[in-house]
């Protein structure tokens, strides 16, 4: 019985936001805090040759400057530099030796009693480095792309599949072939709020560790193995995030600088980048990638080939799925893919929303459109066309895949059926007109994960897993979730999450939470429900004493006989024969592989975009969109429509503003602000629509919901681009498509 | 962030005294600009001299039928000012087509012409730039030079190459109204032409404008002729707000009897200071609207014009928007 899931239910966090009563890593405050203030190479590779920290050093209130002169002893092994979501390599060490290895790397940090004055001694420091030769250019170096090292992380991210079929024979003998080769540079992820720590030095050297994170025991393993402090005294707090979108998967370094600063120092410390820093760590990687199609003349696709080579670092081989997708969405006989890496002098890439799969649908979707195109079919019919029921990398079944309602019904909403399938052949004044769409996918995983759930002696439902919520509604999806579990009023209900103190769940990413915490909730709600219902048999003139579990149901917090509703007992009463104690249950949720492993898990969407472009000037607008999502159980219509709209804004700063622009030259991102690096304004964005598409599915996981994370963004792109060729005629294979490019 | 003491005058003298004894002080508005650039270490003031009690914040006409906008009348204040939206409707245009609501609240009038370019490596301290560190060279000219200037660079001597672009939307508009700067400073009043205030790169790219050390920007007069029939402003950017021209041209026409008797074109987002050629503004003289040869006005005033690889777009782009803000200024066209 559900009261609450599938409800527009308000952000339950929503007012602690709004009203700033939500705190921030950077906003708690310690006795005796004092401010961290990095400073970041201004070379790309090399060596430090001297630091002079002397001026700095004098000034009355400096406390210390570390660097790798005077850091302290650490952890030996790359073993204890492996975060969760570590990829295989030698993870970066801050403060390691006087190697430089990409350019704004930390190097040292000033700690004085208060940030202003940590930030002026930061200028008066002299670093002198000698200089190595650089690589930073993808583009240069491809006769250097190799195989990615396989390591824990390629179990989340298998690589491409072997080839089927002949591609080469297929390709050769169709009657009609695209090829293209599309490239975009790296981005940043730049949430809101600043990656920061506030480490707060507890009594006996235990540490209280506030962090921007995506999941608070990531951070706490960081710091146990690194600086070989026992678990227990580690407590990584991360109740609200500023926004993650990936970047906080992994410790980023401040917390290293923070943690070691408080330990050698004996005091809190908090270590807060700046926007500029914010472009010093992991990124959504350069990649360049070439498809090639071959279809049969009335539009069957064939042959598929589909390789993309994308940058990491000199120090640990990051990867994503950037061209499996193709296998999971045509049912072509001949398909190649392949992924490769080329190690540049960079920070190594991190998971940047949909990492891998905007990247790929980007520019396969682009290529469909153009074969489509070239056959002479609308582009709706021509996927339509080569649908398929089974992911064809896998030869799996999907265990639900309702993407052709997604094409029916985006398509009637948005008013497809009008347009004229000619290239500028929609047109007012200046103005050209373009319609566009593309097919969205991303996989629907499921982790296992822990939760609890206490009924307190008030009658009260608190459940808590160590999650995150990064803006995504995380604490409103779960509090729905246990209030009709248990048959709660959701005022009574609590979700709790962002504290190591709490049952273990994996870092939110991927599109996973929903699904896997989720899941964790129901069945730490249900094992609590199981408990107070044998508690409430025991009790004195139980009328549930003979009663069978399948016999109630909990309803209204109390748990009643379902063929007579008026036999009823209240949860807390029942809570009320524990002898004034709370009564509750942890417990853990797994998914059930036996069954999953025979079905391809997935959630879809059909794009469709309007844009118009400034014939003279080449300027591009989005003037309205439509995402149609087949994402299984709605949890929330409100915060799940805010998920695709979040997305699709993206899809519309990747279409056409979004670049970390790096000059060669210095092998660094130079347009490292907001007011330079592009993300849409609010007078970008206009007529963005959600449709949810019903669909069912009792294999994804418990609750039949999939991931809406990273689905609002895959598809945007891509439809974009085919939008601006059905206005302008031309073909833009390089992202984002800024107006110097249509000129 | 360096260290540094504050000041708060009172009155003008006091203000332009704080200068004269502090070697290393500058003035602080609006301070949207400044602060930015203070906290990146490129200006490194030992005093900041805060000039938002002086009263230098009325709009007030001139006695030749003008308007003086005071220094510390703030953007948003003067862009919907009436006597600026009925008789200058160009700078109103301007002015909103630039920054943002918020900084336009805080930004004035006299900071805006302070207003420094937005080249990514004058920013930057981990490169060379002749204009923050004469001397260290040019990252942008070989570099990623999408943002900067085709008109007017110093790129000869490696030591003054300089092909930054100055960022401003509103002193475009006050270029090609001919606005005149009154300022004052150690040595008394004078007034400085709109076409003198800022200038080239040339042998001192760090040198962005003509106003001397210790003078201060007092009030902007705007001539008589405001061009309010027959204007426009076109701002060509990456984004619909927030972001800084890659062209921007401010048009004026006079224009009787289906004939032009008086034209000036300004172009933003092109050059180190805004870019206006009188000479060939002229050619548009006499012209009959309906024949008039745009194309022409627009190869002419782009002459000269040289790319440096990522920036090179902008030649052609900036003819078309002049075209463009041509046809728009004179009717013959809605405004986009």
């Known amino acids: 019985m559900t009261k609450y899931i599938g409800k527009s239910i308000n952000r339950v966090d929503g007012v602690a936001k709004v009203t700033g009563k939500a705190k921030y890593a950077a906003e708690y405050k310690a006795a005796d805090l004092a401010h961290g203030w990095v400073i970041s190479s201004s070379i790309s590779k090399g060596k430090i040759t001297r630091i002079d920290a002397e001026a700095a050093l004098q000034l009355p209130g400096v406390i210390q400057v570390f660097s790798h002169e005077n850091r302290p002893g650490l ?213 360049v990638q070439n498809v090639s199609l071959g279809a049969s003349a009335d539009g069957k696709l064939e042959a598929i080939r589909h390789d993309a080579v994308g940058e990491t670092s000199q120090f640990e081989d990051y990867t994503e799925i950037v061209v499996n997708w193709a296998g999971m969405l045509y049912p072509a006989q001949n398909v190649t893919l392949t992924y490769n890496l080329v190690p540049l002098d960079v920070y190594t890439p991190i998971d940047m929303r949909a990492p891998g799969g905007v990247t790929g649908l980007s520019a396969l979707e682009c290529a469909i459109d153009e074969l489509a195109h070239q056959v002479g079919l609308d582009p709706v019919e021509f996927r339509l066309k080569n649908y398929t029921e089974r992911d064809m990398n896998e030869d799996l079944p999907y265990s639900s895949k309702e993407l052709r309602e997604c094409f029916r019904q985006g398509a009637e909403r948005f008013g497809w059926a009008n347009r004229t399938p000619e290239p500028r052949s929609m047109r007012n004044g200046h103005t050209l007109v373009g319609w566009g769409m593309a097919t969205g996918i991303w996989e629907s995983m499921h982790m296992p994960a822990r939760a609890e759930a206490v009924l307190t002696v008030n009658g009260k439902l608190r459940v808590s897993s160590a999650t995150a919520d990064i803006g995504t509604g995380t604490y409103t999806i779960m509090t729905q979730i246990a209030a009709d579990t248990l048959g709660m009023p959701i005022e009574d209900v609590i979700f709790r999450l962002g504290d190591t103190d709490m049952p273990l769940a994996p870092i939110q990413g991927g599109s996973w939470t929903a699904a896997t915490v989720g899941s964790a909730v129901k069945v730490a709600c249900e094992d609590l429900g199981k408990k107070l219902f044998k508690m409430a048999q025991k009790m004195p003139h139980s009328p549930f004493a003979d009663v069978k579990l399948e016999e109630i149901v909990f309803e209204n917090a109390h748990i009643r006989l379902k063929k007579d509703s008026s036999v009823a007992v209240s949860l807390l009463d029942i809570v009320g024969t524990n002898g004034g ?55 929330n219509p409100k915060t799940a429509r805010s998920q695709i709209i979040g997305g699709m804004v993206w899809g519309i700063s990747k279409g056409l503003e979004e670049e970390s622009v790096m000059d060669h030259q210095f092998g660094r991102f130079m347009n490292h602000s907001l007011a330079e690096y592009h993300v849409p304004v609010n007078a970008d964005i206009q007529g963005l629509d959600v449709i949810f598409v019903e669909e069912t599915d009792t294999i994804v996981n418990p609750l039949g919901v999939k991931g809406l994370g990273e689905i609002g963004i895959v598809g945007m792109p891509a439809a974009i681009a085919n939008a601006v060729f059905h206005a302008t005629g031309k073909r833009i294979r390089s992202l984002p498509i800024t107006l110097d490019k249509l000129l | 962030m360096n260290s540094f003491s504050y000041a708060r005058p009172s009155d003008i003298s006091m203000a332009v005294g704080e200068l004269a004894t502090h070697e290393g002080a500058k003035f602080i508005a609006g301070g949207t600009n400044l602060l930015d650039l203070m906290k990146e270490n490129v200006e490194r003031p030992n005093r900041l001299v805060d000039i938002n009690r002086l009263t230098l914040n009325t709009i007030d006409d001139t006695e030749d039928g003008g308007l003086r906008l005071g220094a510390l009348v703030t953007n948003a204040d003067t862009a919907y000012h009436p006597a600026v939206e009925s008789r200058y409707p160009l700078l109103s245009r301007a002015i909103l087509a630039g920054a943002s609501a918020q900084l336009r609240n805080m930004a004035t009038n006299g900071g805006n012409l302070f207003q420094r370019t937005r080249c990514y490596y004058f920013y930057d301290l981990a490169t060379p730039c002749n204009k923050r560190e004469p001397g260290s060279g040019c990252g942008a000219v070989h570099g990623y030079n999408r943002i900067h200037a085709i008109l007017g660079t110093s790129d000869q001597q490696p030591e003054t190459t300089c092909i930054a672009t100055h960022p401003s939307d509103l002193c475009v508009a006050l270029s090609a109204l001919d606005a005149v700067v009154r300022v004052t400073g150690p040595n008394g009043d004078r007034t400085i032409p709109f076409a003198d205030f800022h200038r080239l790169p040339g042998d001192e790219p760090w040198l962005d404008h003509t106003v001397q050390p210790g003078e201060l920007v007092t009030a902007i007069d705007l001539p008589a002729k405001g061009f309010s029939d027959y204007n426009t402003y076109i701002k060509i950017r990456d984004r619909q707000s927030y972001a800084f021209a890659l062209v921007s041209v401010a048009v004026g026409l006079e224009i009787e009897n289906n004939r032009i008797t008086d034209a000036r074109i300004a172009l933003g987002g092109v050059a180190h200071k805004p870019w206006r050629k009188p000479e060939i503004e002229a050619m548009l003289v006499g012209q009959n609207l309906s024949e008039a040869d745009f194309q022409s006005v627009a190869e002419a005033l782009l002459a000269g014009a040289k790319g440096y690889g990522h920036n090179t777009f902008k030649i052609e782009l900036a003819k078309r928007a002049i075209v463009r803000a041509l046809k728009q200024a004179a009717n013959l066209e809605p405004a986009s």
């Open chain 1, 75 to 287: 952890a030996w092994f790359d073993m204890s530099y492996k975060d969760q979501d570590a990829p295989p390599g030698s993870p970066f060490r801050p403060l390691r030796d006087a190697t430089v290895k990409y350019s704004g790397q930390p190097v040292a940090l000033v700690v004085a009693e208060s940030l202003e004055l940590a930030r002026y001694a930061a200028s008066l420091i002299r670093i002198e480095y000698e200089e190595e030769e650089h690589e930073t250019a993808l583009e240069h170096n491809l006769h250097r792309a190799r195989e990615p090292k396989s390591g824990v992380a390629s179990l989340l991210k298998p690589p491409p599949p072997k080839p089927r079929g002949d591609f080469e024979k297929a390709f050769q003998r169709a009657a009609v072939q695209v090829s293209g080769t599309y490239v975009h540079s790296a981005e940043h992820h730049n949430p809101m709020e600043m990656f920061a720590t506030t480490v707060v030095y507890e009594k006996n050297d235990k540490l209280t560790i506030y962090d921007k994170t995506q999941g608070a025991p990531n951070s706490q393993l960081y710091v146990s193995q690194v600086f070989g402090i026992p678990f227990k005294d580690v407590r990584v707090i991360s109740p609200f995030v500023g926004g993650g979108f990936g970047a906080g998967l992994r410790p980023q370094y401040q917390l290293f600088l923070a943690v070691l600063a408080a330990r050698e120092l004996k005091r809190s410390v908090r270590v807060s980048l700046t926007r500029q820093q914010m472009f010093t760590f992991g990124h959504r990687p350069a990649t």
């Open chain 1, 581 to 635: 104690r709370a009564v509750s249950e942890t417990s853990t949720s797994v998914p059930n592989m036996l069954e999953q492993r025979k079905y391809a898990r997935a959630v879809h969407s059909a794009v469709f975009v309007e844009v118009e472009v400034d014939e003279d000037f080449g300027t591009v607008r989005v003037t309205r969109a439509v995402t149609a999502v087949a994402g299984g159980q709605i949890l």
